[in-house]
T-cell receptor, first 115, second 110 residues
Framework: KAGVTQTPRYLIKTRGQQVTLSCSPISGHRSVSWYQQTPGQGLQFLFEYFSETQRNKGNFPGRFSGRQFSNSRSEMNVSTLELGDSALYLCASSYREGRGNTEAFFGQGTRLTVV | GDSVTQMEGPVTLSEEAFLTINCTYT??????LFWYVQYPGEGLQLLLKATKADDKGSNKGFEATYRKETTSFHLEKGSVQVSDSAVYFCALRPNTPLVFGKGTRLSVIA
């Protein structure tokens, strides 16, 4: 069965612009989480969506937002990009809401570079 | 809050050497514990997991045992291969999203 698909794989944007990243979860999975990975901060949780509702949110500014559609696909948006937003953005899907022993399956990520 | 501490890398080993990557955690309640691996240019892959004390997770020759008394989940492999070169992340999940360690880069040389 197909894995988690993230598009695009690579993106270069200019400071001040906005960007939208897409994630298609594994078929049948209803939970999608987003993580930011940087060399300095490691992997940090952004937010989680389950059945089109945001269930958890990490400690990121309001410039970071997301949504989930009825087919479980998810998008995240970053507005007014800053150089520090350059990172690998990873999406993870789970069959159920992310708690306890729920396994999360990750996509290959979108590498965002802000110049 | 919940946190994971991993040994700093990088770790460089010769092929067929024994591997240990230390992981300790701080968490309230009874979290599930995971090891993920990230190959160059890829996302994270689940390597193994354990959901309660004394559980042993294993996969592809890797093992880790959930030790509640020492709050540890050390990753071990008896004989590493060049193809095991990657970054390894220890993670926990109580009733929250995954919390990751900083990662340990492993390089295996032939």
């Amino acid at each position: 069965k197909a894995g988690v698909t993230q598009t695009p794989r690579y993106l270069i944007k200019t400071r001040g612009q906005q960007v939208t990243l897409s994630c298609s979860p594994i078929s049948g999975h209803r939970s999608v989480s987003w993580y930011q990975q940087t060399p300095g901060q490691g992997l940090q949780f952004l937010f989680e969506y389950f059945s089109e509702t945001q269930r958890n949110k990490g400690n990121f500014p309001g410039r970071f937002s997301g949504r989930q559609f009825s087919n479980s696909r998810s998008e995240m948006n970053v507005s007014t990009l800053e150089l520090g937003d350059s990172a690998l953005y990873l999406c993870a899907s789970s069959y159920r809401e992310g708690r306890g022993n729920t396994e999360a399956f990750f996509g290959q990520g979108t590498r965002l570079t802000v110049v | 809050g919940d946190s994971v501490t991993q040994m700093e890398g990088p770790v460089t080993l010769s092929e067929e050497a024994f591997l240990t990557i230390n992981c300790t955690y701080t968490a309230t309640g009874y979290p599930s514990l995971f090891w993920y691996v990230q190959y160059p240019g890829e996302g994270l892959q689940l390597l193994l997991k354990a959901t309660k004390a004394d559980d042993k997770g294993s996969n592809k020759g890797f093992e880790a045992t959930y030790r509640k008394e020492t709050t540890s989940f050390h990753l071990e492999k008896g004989s590493v291969q060049v193809s095991d070169s990657a970054v390894y992340f220890c993670a926990l999940r109580p009733n929250t999203p995954l919390v990751f360690g900083k990662g340990t880069r492993l390089s295996v040389i032939a």
